[in-house]
């Protein structure tokens, strides 16, 4: 019986990306609302760029360890087989 995509297990595996994605959330949400150093163009657009960007990334690359693990032969097997 093979698992579902995104089950439990993968999705505690896959938790500890979850706190740097809500981190850098913070800081976009805390910039976009409260700028301390006040709006410049440039500044702020490479500011929300990298902040943005590195929030993309994240997720990619969670995304993709998900599937690497979900593919994994040595990961899929039915835990009631077992016990």
Avoid: C, H, K
């Avoid at 999705?11 to 700028?35: G, K, Q, R, T």
């Avoid at 760029?49 to 993709?64: G, P």
């Amino acid at each position: 019986m093979s698992r579902r995509a995104f089950d439990t297990e993968i999705a505690l595996d896959l938790a500890v990306n979850l706190i740097p994605f809500a981190i850098i959330a913070f800081f976009v949400a805390v910039f976009a609302a409260f700028n301390p150093w006040g709006f410049d163009p440039l500044q702020s657009t490479l500011q929300f760029t990298i902040l943005l960007s590195t929030m993309l990334l994240l997720a990619i690359a969670t995304y993709i360890a998900a599937r690497a693990i979900e593919t994994d032969d040595r990961t899929r097997y039915d835990v009631s087989e077992f016990r």
